[in-house]
């Protein structure tokens, strides 16, 4: 029972100043909890983050509470990066430390997201679908992102679509927005599309990829190949014992054709229509009786 008059309200002021306070806490006490927002640490703004910490110090505290199951140790609500920075540092962590329930840590975590510019499209999707698959409904998770019913409809098409594994793989995708990844979610309704995409991911020109070139790749999977450029024309002027141009010769692969035209031929033209058999016969004749004799 909780105390009640002087005593009561005296604990329960003591326990809102404890509340609001920040506190240095050590990071190896604190554990993950709620819902894995990013998909992937990009190692180079984890880098300048570091750095920042090392020279100006935590500006800002990381949201913690009691742990829900173990005395003495403590579940991170957000600052997330905040937490794993310092802990590579060896830094204590400053901390407000709240009392919240499962759905009311979901939905601190949430809107701390939505005020964050550097969650991707899909990052919001995947935490609406981690969201869905702890039964939370829909009105929550609208509230926890701070979008319309029919926003989580469109994020939850795409964050249900794919493996959570898999958006690992492919990473944050910062500059890949909703319509290029539902587009992504028909392609992986195709058949033998989802297992193309997996392999890929296993390809070391994936893995040294960024995370949108990584998304272009297996995208591109899509894209029919292009047949082989055809070889280019060869072509040969054939002049007359007056040095003047006489016929055109082009070969290539598929084939030759000869161009004598009305300007250049004076007649020839007509001629060798007329006879082109004939030539034609005496040239191949030719032909195969010097391959006899090879």
Not at 33 to 45: C, E, F, I
Not at 245 to 252: D, H, R
Not at 258 to 265: E, N, S
């Amino acid at each position: 029972m909780m105390p009640r008059g002087a005593v009561g309200a005296l604990q329960s002021s003591l326990s809102r100043l404890q509340e609001n306070a920040v506190q240095e806490i050590d990071p190896s006490l604190i554990d993950d909890a709620g819902v894995q927002d990013r998909l992937s640490v990009d190692r180079p703004a984890m880098e300048q983050l570091k750095e920042s910490l090392q020279t100006y110090g935590q500006q800002v505290p990381v949201l913690v509470r009691p742990h829900s199951k173990t005395s003495g140790r403590f579940e991170v609500v957000y600052g997330r990066r905040r937490l794993l920075a310092l802990k590579e540092l060896g830094l204590p962590v400053k901390a407000m430390v709240r009392q919240l329930d499962d759905h009311a840590l979901v939905l601190a975590q949430g809107q701390e997201n939505t005020a964050r510019q550097d969650l991707s499209f899909v990052e919001k999707a995947s935490f609406a679908a981690q969201l869905q698959e702890l039964n939370y409904d829909r009105q929550t998770i609208a509230a926890a992102l701070s979008i319309d019913l029919p926003m989580v409809s469109r994020m939850l098409k795409v964050g249900t679509a794919f493996d959570l594994d898999f958006l690992r793989q492919v990473g944050s995708a910062p500059g890949i927005g909703r319509e290029r990844w539902l587009a992504m979610v028909k392609l992986f309704e195709t058949d033998g599309f989802k297992d193309k995409a997996m392999a890929m991911t296993r390809e070391p020109a994936f893995q040294q990829q960024e995370s949108d070139g990584r998304f272009e790749l297996i995208f591109t999977l899509s894209q029919p190949e292009k047949s082989p450029a055809p070889a280019a024309s060869k072509s040969q002027i054939v002049t007359g014992i007056d040095g003047a141009p006489l016929a055109e010769l082009k070969s290539n692969d598929k084939g030759m054709t000869l161009k004598i035209t009305a300007r250049t031929g004076k007649g020839f033209e007509q001629w060798f229509a007329q006879h082109v058999e004939g030539v034609l016969l005496d040239l191949h004749d030719r032909w195969q009786n010097e391959r006899s004799e090879d």
